[in-house]
């Protein structure tokens, strides 16, 4: 423990909160989190200690704060060796490097050069690709047998998956290796002996789709990464392959969750599918809502503490690492009010969430996200207006993923 703190050792001890490795219960997690204060003392999968910030205020303001950083030398705990090469989420901790990694100077100028490949323009060029792909894949549910459909094996997750492939000029035939390789990533399962493979053989797949556009470009993201610049200075292989697996990554993973949790939500709150279906409420206060009440994205390991940094009463120490519970701050009463807890998609100012960032690290592909979302989602329930679950919500199983809400599937009944 730093000097300065005013948390001894044993404190920190008691209060630690572990999270859970299998999600078995992220709401009453969450719950606990906000409770324990603003800064809360966990646990991650492996026995790992950090710090979670909990509560909608305070994260804004570390989410800015520069004695925060992403760089891993800053963790007292990597620099004591305390931290292992192939701990399961030593990725998400210590990914190559992008914008997502560096900070100050170097944050901009990666973002200036990420900014210029990915427009509002291009994002909504993907309208009618998207909804192509919506359509096609609907055919597919429509064409199950059986009484239930698992949704989020033939639509949820097939959508997402071809618009980033589309979006970066990945080859189709990657995807099914891509989907295990993912899968491996972001899992507090996967054996130590397969962590550092998983992550050296996704880097060789955007290498290599990287080379291929440098050769052959074309009208996707990767073309576009390569050839943009800023008074001449241009991306690095290494910076575009990073960016590349990022965007990959957090461009399937988010929008995944998101249409699978509105599917839950609504599923679980008919008196609200009856509100947008019958138009007396928007497809964006939706989308929205289940951005806050259910967030794509739970924790994320995010930032390295320069200095003591004072959280409101307690002090997340100098070379301690910090997450950013999303899960637990979007229903945080203090942001929300007393019907935090409530899914409401009604609730006025809907879209005061943080869950895709705040500040220079939002995320850049939530235009895109929203997008996705607000295609498939009513074209989902133009086609199967009686779509339900066809097992009770306590049945569906989350997958053991700390940074991401998800489910293995989604089986749902059509109704007819």
Avoid at 25 to 43: F, I, K, N, W, Y
Avoid at 100 to 116: E, F, I, N, S, Y
Wanted: glycine share 6%; net charge negative; with cysteine.
């Amino acid at each position: 423990m730093t000097a300065g703190t005013d948390l001894t050792a044993t404190d920190t001890e008691q209060t630690r909160i572990p999270l859970d490795p299998f999600v078995s219960d992220l709401d009453a997690e969450s719950a606990a989190l906000r409770a324990a204060g603003p800064l809360a003392a966990v646990t991650l999968p492996g026995d790992v200690p950090v710090w979670a910030v909990t509560h909608h205020a305070e994260a804004k303001k570390l989410l800015t704060d520069p004695r925060l950083v992403k760089d891993i030398n800053v963790w007292g705990a990597w620099q004591r060796g305390e931290i292992a090469p192939d701990w399961p989420l030593i990725g998400l901790a210590n990914p190559p490097r992008s914008m997502l990694t560096v900070d100050g100077a170097d944050h901009r100028r990666l973002r200036t050069l990420v900014a210029q490949a990915l427009t509002p323009r291009r994002v909504e060029r993907m309208r009618d690709r998207i909804t192509e792909l919506t359509e096609s894949l609907l055919d597919q549910v429509a064409a199950q047998p059986g009484d239930s459909v698992d949704l989020k094996a033939v639509f949820a997750y097939p959508l997402p998956m071809y618009v980033v492939a589309d979006l970066m000029g990945l080859a189709e035939e990657r995807l099914p290796r891509l989907k295990e390789l993912f899968e491996k990533f972001f899992s507090t399962q996967t054996p130590p002996e397969e962590v550092v493979a998983t992550l050296t053989e996704l880097a060789g797949i955007m290498a290599e789709t990287v080379a291929s556009k440098r050769e052959n470009p074309g009208d996707d993201l990767t073309s576009a990464l390569i050839q943009a610049s800023e008074d001449g200075d241009r991306l690095t292989d290494e910076e575009i392959v990073a960016t590349l697996q990022l965007m990959v990554a957090a461009g399937h993973e988010t929008t995944i969750s998101l249409i699978v949790n509105a599917v839950v939500n609504l599923s679980t709150h008919p008196d609200q599918r009856d509100l947008v279906l019958s138009g007396k409420a928007d497809w964006s206060a939706v989308i929205e809502e289940t951005l806050r009440w259910s967030t794509p994205t739970s924790h994320v390991l995010i930032r390295f503490a320069t200095e003591d940094v004072p959280v409101g009463d307690k002090v997340l120490p100098a070379g301690d690492a910090l997450i950013v519970s999303y899960a637990a701050i979007g229903r945080d009463e203090q942001a929300h009010g007393p019907t935090a807890g409530v899914f409401d998609i009604t609730r006025e100012s809907p879209s005061r969430h943080i869950s895709f960032g705040h500040g220079p690290h939002v995320c850049p592909g939530a235009a895109l996200s929203r997008l996705e979302a607000g295609v498939a989602l009513p074209a989902l329930y133009a086609r199967f207006p009686k779509l339900d679950l066809a097992v009770p919500a306590g049945e569906l199983r989350n997958k053991p993923v700390v940074t991401q809400n998800d489910l293995y599937e989604l089986p749902v009944t059509l109704g007819g």
